[in-house]
């Protein structure tokens, strides 16, 4: 593993709930980023701890190879990768990103 690979991989490592993106929480640079925490929002995660990939072109590109997944947001849950807007979308409405992540849907 090099540096940035490292990297990533503390900080998956870090937190519950990681969400890889374009921008912040607060600011999403793009509209797949921008679903990803409404939908982590929507489970009960108010707040997941972010990247910001537009910082830092190394973890931009490393993510992509850290994954195996070619694009950005990526959500990682208890250090396991989940996958991007799409399939946390998909999961979401058939409620396993909720059981996932410990808030089972009512």
């Known amino acids: 593993m090099n540096d940035t690979?490292?990297?990533i991989d503390q900080i998956v490592k870090s937190s519950e709930v990681v969400l890889f993106m374009k921008g912040t929480?607060?600011?999403p640079m793009c509209g797949f980023s921008g679903r990803a925490i409404q939908i982590l929002k929507a489970c009960g995660v108010a707040k997941p701890a972010t990247v910001n990939v537009l910082e830092d072109e190394a973890v931009r590109q490393g993510i992509?190879?850290?994954s195996q997944w070619p694009t950005i947001p990526q959500l990682y849950i208890k250090g396991e990768f989940v996958g991007g807007s799409d399939i946390?979308?998909?999961m979401y409405e058939n409620g396993e990103l909720q059981q996932l992540l410990g808030n089972p849907p009512a």
Do not use: D, I, L, N
Request: hydrophobic share 35%; net charge negative.
């Open 5 to 7: 690979q490292e990297r």
């Open 25 to 27: 929480a607060q600011f």
């Open 88 to 90: 946390m979308m998909e």
């Open 64 to 66: 992509k190879e850290y």
